[in-house]
């Protein structure tokens, strides 16, 4: 886990977006980084995630939101590629997610998987998304995204995809592929168009150029899934979460009912390391 710069402390703009207008919420202090392939730094001995009190996803939920009327070109068919990735996640082909079953809250009760995290994806294209959207900007879209779809709450994860082109938080040019945050009221993911940043963030990794979204989108889908208000959930010593601790290692492809998709490890105390299955 790298923590970011305090996300929109002092938010007072206006909600960016679609749709009707929502309360501006104040992300919070504790963003969590997925940095590129090139600036991931080597780990020494990695010690277990440790469980600080808050809660984990019980039944787990993503929430795509294509950001901005850019969408409304795809040509390299990013939307389809993230929309049958999350269908397959979570369904009975997936032995990723299953994983995260072993991490529980103080309620007793840890993350289930029973279908298809999918809760819904909707492309905002009532304007365009931002050129350089700040991470206050990002907020706010997540918000609009929760009122859409009518959600809030740990349990709900909502995707802000930033089309081709724009630099959302100033990626890619400041060492991360993407992170996720908890706003008082959704866990919300940043996740830029990573085929921008090519192979720093995973492009062609491991079967083709849209490698990056699915092992980028795995990554902090599994660590909302742990740790959906951070860093308050299942987090290591050194501060880095589920994903971090397998960060760029061994990565390959998970089978699915909807395709075959590019996926990292993530820790596991159970394995007392990095696992692709659970």
Same mark, same amino acid.
């Not at 959302?168 to 168009?193: E, K, R, S």
């Given at each position: 886990?790298?923590?970011?710069?305090?996300a929109g402390a002092?938010?007072?703009?206006?909600?960016?977006?679609?749709?009707?207008?929502?309360?501006?919420?104040?992300?919070?202090?504790?963003?969590?980084?997925? !940095?590129?392939?090139?600036?991931?730094? !080597?780990?020494?001995?990695?010690?277990?995630?440790?469980?600080?009190?808050?809660?984990? *996803?019980?039944? !787990?939920?993503?929430?795509?939101?294509?950001?901005?009327?850019? @969408?409304?070109?795809?040509?390299?068919?990013?939307?389809?590629?993230?929309?049958?990735?999350?269908?397959?996640?979570?369904?009975?082909?997936?032995? /990723?997610?299953?994983?995260?079953?072993?991490?529980?809250?103080? $309620?007793?009760?840890? !993350?289930?998987?029973?279908?298809?995290?999918?809760?819904?994806?909707?492309?905002?294209?009532?304007?365009?998304? +931002?050129?350089?959207?700040?991470?206050?900007?990002?907020?706010?879209?997540?918000?609009?995204?929760?009122?859409?779809?009518?959600?809030?709450? +740990?349990?709900?994860?909502?995707?802000?995809?930033?089309?081709?082109?724009?630099? +959302?938080?100033?990626?890619?040019?400041?060492?991360?592929?993407? /992170?996720?945050? @908890?706003?008082?009221?959704?866990?919300?993911t940043n996740m830029?168009?990573?085929?921008?940043?090519?192979?720093?963030?995973?492009?062609?990794?491991?079967?083709?150029?849209?490698?990056?979204?699915?092992?980028?989108g795995g990554h902090?889908?599994? *660590? %909302?899934?742990?740790?959906?208000?951070?860093? $308050?959930? @299942?987090?290591? $010593?050194?501060?880095? *979460?589920?994903?971090?601790?397998? %960060?760029?290692?061994? #990565?390959?492809? #998970?089978?699915?009912?909807?395709?075959?998709?590019?996926?990292?490890?993530? /820790?596991?105390?159970?394995?007392?390391?990095?696992?692709?299955?659970?």
């Amino acid at each position: 886990m790298t923590l970011g710069a305090t996300a929109g402390a002092n938010a007072t703009t206006p909600s960016i977006g679609h749709g009707a207008t929502v309360t501006v919420q104040k992300a919070d202090s504790h963003k969590v980084v997925m !940095p590129t392939r090139d600036t991931v730094r !080597p780990h020494a001995a990695a010690s277990n995630l440790v469980y600080g009190g808050g809660p984990v *996803e019980h039944s !787990p939920k993503v929430y795509l939101v294509f950001w901005g009327s850019q @969408w409304d070109s795809d040509g390299n068919g990013v939307q389809s590629y993230l929309t049958n990735f999350f269908s397959g996640v979570g369904t009975g082909s997936d032995s /990723w997610s299953t994983i995260m079953t072993q991490y529980t809250d103080n $309620s007793g009760s840890r !993350p289930s998987f029973n279908g298809s995290v999918l809760g819904g994806t909707w492309v905002d294209n009532g304007a365009a998304a +931002p050129s350089n959207a700040s991470a206050n900007d990002i907020s706010n879209e997540a918000n609009n995204g929760a009122a859409h779809f009518g959600v809030s709450g +740990p349990d709900a994860d909502v995707f802000v995809v930033s089309p081709s082109g724009t630099s +959302p938080d100033g990626f890619p040019n400041t060492g991360f592929c993407a /992170w996720h945050d @908890w706003n008082g009221n959704v866990a919300f993911t940043n996740m830029p168009y990573v085929l921008d940043a090519g192979a720093s963030c995973g492009a062609n990794s491991v079967q083709n150029q849209l490698d990056g979204f699915s092992i980028v989108g795995g990554h902090e889908y599994a *660590e %909302a899934v742990t740790d959906p208000e951070p860093p $308050s959930g @299942w987090v290591a $010593s050194d501060g880095e *979460e589920n994903g971090d601790l397998c %960060a760029w290692m061994n #990565l390959s492809a #998970l089978s699915l009912s909807t395709g075959s998709f590019a996926v990292q490890p993530t /820790w596991s105390n159970a394995a007392g390391g990095c696992a692709t299955s659970g």
